[in-house]
């Protein structure tokens, strides 16, 4: 069987059309999640492999990795997927939300690359890890403070991996703007949001299946950021 490609956080939106996308392909492909939904059924009958870790604590994130391991002593590729949107308004603990958004979007893809870097290493083909970051990694965000500190935190991970795993691994980030609203998205707030970049669309999850298997086929990318995000910081 060939070597797993994990995705983490593939129950819905842009990591269930990535992993959809890898198995058309005919990857085999492991996911995680953390709500079950229909949708890992689905991706079970198509020959996934899956699992169910929440990444906000150490302990969930060693049993993850356990079980990841256990899986393949070879992957092709992980993409750090799984994330959490959250604003300082919901939140008034502030250091418990640094600390959440810290472990989601930084500790646990560093641990579990870290925890990978062999099974990486000895895939029979050049192998990849994409880290979903954000536009905001450069720009910051009044409210999102802590979520974009922490993506900002994983696209430097990608520096450093891209470094350390060279020349068998390469290691990107995709940062993406809008690409998919959320259900709770109102007229207002859309219409607002469209005018935000110049292409003045919201392009849904195919652009960030797109943007992975450009780095999958690329030979001579690492250490990159792919932005996605119709301009926006034109505006
Ligand atoms: N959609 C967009 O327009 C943009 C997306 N991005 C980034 O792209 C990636 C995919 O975006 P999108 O599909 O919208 O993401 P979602 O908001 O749908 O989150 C992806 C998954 O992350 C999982 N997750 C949340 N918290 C945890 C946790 N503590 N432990 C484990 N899993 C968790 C959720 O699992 P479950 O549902 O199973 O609970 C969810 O399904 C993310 O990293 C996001 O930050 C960046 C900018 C724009
Ligand atoms: N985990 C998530 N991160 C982000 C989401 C999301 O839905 N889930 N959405 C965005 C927005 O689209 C933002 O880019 C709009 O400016 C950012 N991150």
């Not at 430097?156 to 991996?161: G, Y």
Request: aromatic content about 6%.
């Amino acid at each position: 069987m060939k070597s797993p490609v994990l995705i983490t956080g593939a129950s819905q939106r842009l990591g269930l059309a990535m992993a959809q996308n890898l198995l058309e392909q005919g990857h085999h492909v492991v996911v995680t999640y953390r709500t079950h939904r229909s949708s890992i059924a689905l991706l079970k009958d198509k020959g996934a492999t899956v699992i169910q870790a929440d990444f906000s604590t150490e302990a969930a994130i060693d049993r993850a990795i356990d079980e990841i391991k256990a899986i393949s002593k070879t992957y092709r590729g992980v993409i750090h997927n799984a994330s959490d949107w959250a604003q300082e308004k919901a939140h008034t603990n502030k250091q418990g939300l640094m600390e959440r958004m810290m472990i989601i979007h930084a500790v646990a893809p560093y641990r579990i690359n870290l925890a990978l870097e062999e099974a990486l290493c000895n895939c029979e083909e050049q192998a990849d890890i994409i880290h979903m970051t954000d536009y905001v990694q450069e720009t910051g965000s009044e409210k999102h403070m802590a979520y974009a500190a922490s993506k900002a935190a994983l696209h430097n991970l990608t520096l450093s991996f891209a470094k350390k795993l060279s020349p068998h691994v390469k290691v990107n980030s995709v940062a993406p703007a809008l690409l998919m609203f959320n259900e709770g998205d109102d007229e207002t707030y859309r219409k607002k949001a469209l005018k935000k970049s110049l292409l003045e669309i919201v392009p849904g999850a195919q652009e960030a299946v797109k943007a992975m298997n450009y780095l999958f086929d690329s030979d001579y990318i690492t250490g990159q950021t792919l932005h996605l995000n119709g301009g926006r910081h034109l505006k």
